[in-house]
């Protein structure tokens, strides 16, 4: 699932110039660093970072200490971005400085018809997010969770808050991380606000064995 990830991200319609890609390898025992590599031969501002501490949060951290730029977009290796997904992101941000974070839209790429018990009510196991078309905030009043697969977030608000917990991490397959939710209440705590912004979309992959009722339990 790597390299259609990696193909998304390449096609955004933003000059290259103006963002860089900083992929981290969290201890990966396969063939991750050469398909990266492979890609990332002679693209400017494209940096392969290697993680050894083994879990979600290590790695977005890590991302976030090498990176340059004011804004920190975060997605992941089973994650298609739009092609206007960089663009939407800065939009919002620009057109909203009363918020320190912004996400938008999880759409599902399903790789076999879903049952039909899996409606939307279902899909939180599965971080698909569809709050609708309207964009609003999100803060104490209203504690949404936008999710890590789509989620920006300016850089000095990730350094001034820590980043994320290392205690509420997804590491390998567990279930259950709960990293989003308590960097955002954090947030929320001391007073930062949030937006969902749905014009800022990204497609998940959803694998057969999460269509299956022993996962979602």
Same mark, same amino acid.
């Given at each position: 699932?790597?390299?259609?990830?990696?193909?998304?991200?390449?096609?955004?319609?933003?000059?290259?110039?103006?963002?860089?890609?900083?992929?981290?390898?969290?201890?990966?025992?396969?063939?991750?660093?050469?398909?990266?590599?492979?890609?990332? &031969?002679?693209?400017?501002?494209? #940096?392969? !970072?290697?993680?050894?501490?083994?879990?979600?949060?290590?790695?977005? %951290?890590?991302? *976030?200490?090498?990176?340059?730029?004011?804004?920190?977009?975060?997605?992941?290796?089973?994650?298609?971005?739009?092609?206007?997904?960089?663009?939407?992101?800065?939009?919002?941000?620009?057109?909203?400085?009363?918020?320190?974070?912004?996400?938008?839209?999880?759409?599902?790429?399903?790789?076999?018809?879903?049952?039909?018990?899996?409606?939307?009510?279902?899909?939180?196991?599965?971080?698909?997010? &569809?709050?609708?078309?309207?964009? #609003?905030? !999100?803060?104490?009043?209203?504690?949404?969770?936008?999710?890590?697969? %789509?989620?920006? *977030?300016?850089?000095?608000?990730?350094?001034?808050?820590?980043?994320?917990?290392?205690?509420?991490?997804?590491?390998?397959?567990?279930?259950?991380?709960?990293?989003?939710?308590?960097?955002?209440?954090?947030?929320?705590?001391?007073?930062?606000?949030?937006?969902?912004?749905?014009?800022?979309?990204?497609?998940?992959?959803?694998?057969?064995?999460?269509?299956?009722?022993?996962?979602?339990?």
């Amino acid at each position: 699932m790597l390299r259609p990830a990696l193909e998304s991200l390449a096609r955004q319609t933003t000059d290259s110039s103006r963002f860089e890609v900083l992929l981290v390898d969290n201890n990966s025992t396969d063939d991750t660093r050469d398909i990266i590599n492979e890609f990332i &031969d002679g693209r400017e501002n494209w #940096f392969y !970072v290697f993680e050894p501490r083994q879990g979600l949060s290590y790695a977005r %951290n890590t991302g *976030v200490a090498h990176s340059r730029a004011q804004i920190v977009a975060f997605t992941d290796d089973d994650v298609r971005v739009a092609h206007d997904w960089i663009a939407q992101i800065e939009r919002s941000l620009e057109e909203h400085p009363e918020v320190d974070f912004v996400g938008g839209k999880v759409h599902p790429r399903w790789g076999s018809t879903p049952p039909e018990w899996l409606t939307k009510m279902h899909w939180i196991p599965l971080a698909i997010v &569809d709050h609708g078309d309207h964009a #609003f905030h !999100v803060d104490s009043a209203k504690p949404w969770c936008m999710v890590g697969a %789509n989620l920006a *977030v300016r850089r000095q608000v990730l350094l001034d808050s820590g980043g994320f917990s290392a205690a509420f991490q997804r590491v390998k397959d567990v279930v259950g991380s709960t990293e989003d939710h308590e960097f955002q209440r954090r947030l929320w705590k001391s007073g930062r606000r949030g937006l969902y912004a749905p014009a800022i979309v990204v497609e998940a992959e959803v694998q057969d064995d999460r269509l299956e009722k022993t996962y979602h339990r």
